[in-house]
């Protein structure tokens, strides 16, 4: 990623990849030497259903800009329904960080097969943009900032 | 036990008082622990004076019970100061160990909370724009108020924190069972929080089926014949129950009330939010994109519900922007 175009901000986006395609679909990219975001730190996990809310809470509390989602399609989850569970809980999730005053769009989910490496590479250019566009999140600042600390 | 007796002090910072009440509510009870002890702070009960209790020796106190969050300055100062005072010092209630119902205003900013007290409510008239001051000169002198702060605190978010009773109010069985510990010295560990040790769902008496499956969330009062027997959930209720500690013997939801978690986490919980996230993501049944996205919109206050009692506590804390 070129310095001049990243406009002194670089995101960190954390990934949660399902194993049985989106983590394939990098492996891909990779192997087809299709060049990628850098910005994204995949991680591997059983299935998107296996991404608790919890985990995107500690992303973001933990210096992450965004956080992006990769699952099957409908109908070819290896656990029959994990990829449903994992868009409830990210429409849910979208709404609770509202109030707390994170933009929703900083948590996105994205159906992405094994075989599909230029969807993946697309959707992550595409998703570091908009959190680019949104700015850094710095809620692990946000949290050391107190006013009972400064107070008596 | 010394011939002295122990000397106990209950403090009130962001809270409503029925943590007060239910000190009250032992009935009995009561005049066995002022028997056996002295209480020498409660604003709420007794005449005393914060210059009193600042007068006292370090560790003077042998047991605070400190109810409500930390809102303003003042609470800050009694925190800090009762934690000098005190050998012990009880987080009372849900307000002091998640920042209870005052700690929904975390989910707004301080500014929005002031603008919308002072100047948008319909039914303010403040064309001069005043806002409270934390200090004012009158020719007697100068009045200070407490400033308030950016957000609700736990109580153990300021100072360390002894032991936990938590509950909004903390229930009867549990208040008795940390108040005989005290005057017994059969003490838990340090840090305990004196409830169960298991998610309110194992308490509950309503039938539960083995895997729930919810079609769509009603409010309270558009289930109009509501079973006395089946779950809650499963009747489309939002209930906190799966996420919240036990130890209230359930007792909104045998009264047809879904639970709001003023327990707090059930153990192992890092956020109520998150945790609940996840549970209506698994049972909610509809596998239709645009259906799914429309029963969640039609969720009234998604983030005001799971974090009814428990914003203080939660992960992300307070609202940025």
Redesign the interface.
């Known amino acids: 990623m070129s310095s001049e175009e990243t406009n002194g901000f670089n995101p960190t986006i954390i990934g949660f990849y399902c194993r049985w395609c989106t983590h394939a679909a990098a492996d891909l990219a990779g192997t087809s030497r299709i060049p990628v975001s850098a910005n994204v730190i995949g991680i591997r996990v059983p299935c998107s259903?296996r991404v608790?809310?919890?985990f995107?809470?500690?992303a973001?509390?933990k210096g992450a800009d965004g956080v992006f989602i990769g699952g099957c399609h409908?109908g070819d989850c290896h656990y029959e329904?994990g990829n449903?569970?994992?868009?409830?809980?990210t429409?849910?999730?979208q709404?609770?960080?509202?109030?707390?005053?994170?933009e929703p769009e900083r948590v996105r989910i994205e159906w992405i097969s094994a075989s599909e490496a230029n969807k993946y590479k697309k959707t992550l250019d595409e998703f570091t943009e908009t959190i680019r566009e949104l700015g850094p999140l710095n809620?692990d600042k946000?949290?050391q900032?107190?006013?009972?600390e400064k107070?008596? | 036990m010394s011939e002295e007796k122990p000397k106990i002090a209950f403090y009130w910072a962001a809270s409503c008082g029925c943590c007060e009440i239910a000190i009250l509510d032992l009935d009995e009870a009561v005049l066995d622990v002022a028997a056996k002890a002295d209480i020498v702070f409660w604003p709420v009960a007794i005449d005393t004076k914060y210059k009193d209790i600042e007068a006292m020796p370090d560790n003077g106190i042998d047991v605070t019970f400190f109810n409500g969050g930390i809102r303003n300055s003042e609470a800050v100062h009694l925190a800090k100061l009762l934690r000098k005072k005190s050998k012990f010092l009880v987080s009372f209630g849900t307000c002091a160990h998640c920042g209870g119902v005052p700690a929904l205003a975390n989910l707004k900013t301080k500014d929005q909370i002031l603008e919308r007290v002072y100047k948008t409510t319909p039914s303010t008239v403040n064309p001069e724009e005043i806002y409270p001051q934390t200090s004012f000169k009158v020719d007697e002198g100068e009045i200070t108020l407490p400033e308030l702060l950016d957000g609700v605190y736990p109580l153990d978010n300021v100072v360390p924190v002894d032991y936990y009773l938590p509950g909004c109010p903390p229930p009867k069985k549990w208040i008795l069972a940390g108040v005989t510990a005290f005057l017994t010295g059969e003490l838990p560990p340090k840090g305990s929080i004196i409830a169960e040790e298991f998610a309110l769902c194992k308490e509950c008496p309503r039938e539960k089926p083995e895997k729930h499956s919810i079609k769509e969330f009603k409010r309270t009062w558009e289930v109009m014949n509501i079973d006395f027997e089946k779950c809650l959930l499963d009747q489309g209720i939002i209930c906190l129950g799966p996420a919240t500690r036990a130890g209230c013997e359930a007792r909104c939801i045998t009264t047809n009330y879904p639970c709001r978690g003023c327990m707090g986490p059930a153990p192992g919980i890092i956020d109520m939010g998150a945790k609940m996230v996840s549970v209506l993501g698994s049972i909610l049944e509809e596998k239709d994109e645009t259906k799914m996205e429309q029963i969640i919109d039609e969720i009234p206050d998604l983030a005001g519900t799971f974090y009814e009692f428990t914003a203080g506590k939660s992960v992300f804390l307070r609202r940025k922007n």
């Open positions: 259903g608790d809310p919890s995107i809470y500690d973001f509390t409908y329904d449903y569970s994992a868009f409830k809980r429409k849910m999730l709404k609770v960080i509202k109030e707390f005053g994170i809620w946000h949290l900032e107190r006013d009972y107070s008596v």
